[in-house]
């Protein structure tokens, strides 16, 4: 069985593993869209159809890879199609089908190629789950933007949804806040991880998110929660131009180690992008201007830049993928708000 890293210590699946028939379901929910595929429709037809199974499963994946499933002792990767709704996966060849339960699931490793398997694949993604007491791993390569896709839509799914206690501001700077703790619910967009709050919010208790390209560092620690030992992901990021320091927490040990996953996975992706990007001084203050003004701001006049210079240093932020557009009105990418908080810290340290 090939071996994960990055656990937590496994906590026992909670749900129990689907039945033979919940499976054939989804699958003949699969089968059932190939013939209709096949079947001519109108536009407004296709539209409106959704692939779903008796039990109101939709597919929400389905792409052919080659997998190593279950642990495969032999490591010898097998062709087929990788299916998930938002409560399983499964993996299907013409002679065998695993099936993953999504709260099963304790580690999803992103582009870590396993020794093993290295000579069949270029980029692959690592799922860590549990089948009664015994962790198991299955591995799928394929190319790297379709493996990145189906982690995130993976990700999404171990974790959309999920009662969180959230303490934030927990600092500003250095300072500790007596901020009380509160229980939201939790959502990951590419950019963010958003906290929607609760169906009764306070004046304080607005629904909040954390710019992920805003990070600039997080740790794990544990915490005395309750007479109950918990695991709090302690996460340092730039709010409006303060870093301050969100502490989030989840019942689940599995699922603090996937969050925890996510966090370095889209860390690491924005700060490989700029890693070689070279920057002028110049440049950078249009950058950061861009950053800290609104569209009804002349960066031109405010910087005492020529429209000629302005023009030249946009289209080097733009050439560097740090901003949406060489032309104003333009946002900054995760990787320019990546640059320019990074730039903050050094300010404020």
């Known amino acids: 069985m090939l071996r994960t890293d990055g656990g937590t210590g496994g906590s026992p699946a909670e749900e129990t593993a689907p039945t033979?028939?919940?499976?054939?379901?989804?699958?003949?929910?699969?089968?059932?869209?190939?013939?209709?595929?096949?079947?001519?429709?109108?536009?407004?037809?296709?539209?409106?159809?959704?692939?779903?199974?008796?039990?109101?499963?939709?597919?929400?994946?389905?792409?052919?890879?080659?997998?190593?499933?279950?642990?495969d002792a032999t490591f010898d990767p097998v062709k087929g199609r990788v299916l998930m709704s938002e409560h399983r996966l499964i993996l299907v060849t013409?002679?065998?089908?695993?099936?993953?339960?999504?709260?099963?699931?304790?580690?999803?490793?992103?582009?870590?190629?396993?020794?093993e398997v290295e000579e069949f694949f270029d980029y692959t993604v690592m799922v860590g789950y549990i089948v009664g007491n015994r962790r198991r791993t299955t591995v799928i390569?394929?190319?790297?933007?379709?493996?990145?896709?189906?982690?995130l839509l993976l990700f999404r799914a171990a974790l959309n949804g999920s009662t969180t206690l959230v303490k934030h501001p927990a600092k500003v700077g250095g300072r500790v806040m007596?901020?009380?703790?509160?229980?939201?619910?939790?959502?990951?967009?590419?950019?963010?991880?958003?906290?929607?709050?609760?169906?009764?919010?306070?004046?304080?208790?607005?629904?909040?998110?954390?710019?992920?390209?805003?990070?600039?560092f997080f740790e794990v620690i544990e915490r005395t929660i309750d007479d109950e030992k918990r695991l709090v992901l302690s996460v340092q990021h730039v709010e409006n131009g303060q870093t301050v320091t969100t502490e989030i927490s989840m019942g689940s040990r599995r699922k603090m180690n996937i969050l925890g996953r996510y966090l370095r996975l889209i860390y690491h992706w924005i700060?490989?992008?700029?890693?070689?990007?070279?920057?002028?001084?110049?440049?950078?203050?249009?950058?950061?201007?861009?950053?800290?003004?609104?569209?009804?701001?002349?960066?031109?006049?405010?910087?005492?830049?020529?429209?000629?210079?302005?023009?030249?240093?946009?289209?080097?932020?733009?050439?560097?993928?740090?901003?949406?557009?060489?032309?104003?009105?333009?946002?900054?990418?995760?990787?320019?708000?990546?640059?320019?908080?990074?730039?903050?810290?050094?300010v404020n340290v």
Do not use: M, W
């Open 94 to 115: 013409s002679k065998a089908k695993t099936v993953v339960p999504v709260t099963s699931i304790f580690d999803i490793a992103v582009g870590q190629v396993p020794p």
């Open 141 to 151: 390569g394929g190319d790297r933007e379709t493996i990145e896709k189906f982690s």
């Open 271 to 346: 700060k490989s992008d700029v890693r070689d990007v070279e920057i002028e001084e110049e440049t950078l203050e249009v950058l950061v201007g861009l950053y800290s003004t609104g569209p009804e701001i002349d960066i031109a006049s405010l910087l005492d830049l020529e429209e000629d210079e302005l023009e030249h240093r946009l289209a080097e932020l733009f050439d560097d993928d740090l901003i949406t557009d060489e032309e104003l009105p333009c946002d900054l990418t995760p990787q320019g708000r990546f640059v320019v908080n990074e730039e903050i810290e050094d």
């Open 20 to 71: 033979s028939a919940e499976s054939e379901e989804l699958l003949e929910a699969y089968r059932q869209k190939k013939r209709e595929e096949e079947e001519p429709e109108t536009e407004a037809e296709k539209k409106r159809r959704l692939r779903k199974s008796k039990n109101g499963e939709s597919i929400i994946v389905d792409f052919v890879a080659n997998f190593v499933a279950g642990g």
């Open 178 to 216: 007596d901020t009380p703790k509160r229980e939201t619910g939790l959502h990951l967009d590419y950019e963010s991880v958003v906290f929607p709050g609760n169906d009764v919010l306070g004046e304080s208790d607005e629904p909040f998110e954390i710019d992920l390209a805003s990070v600039i």
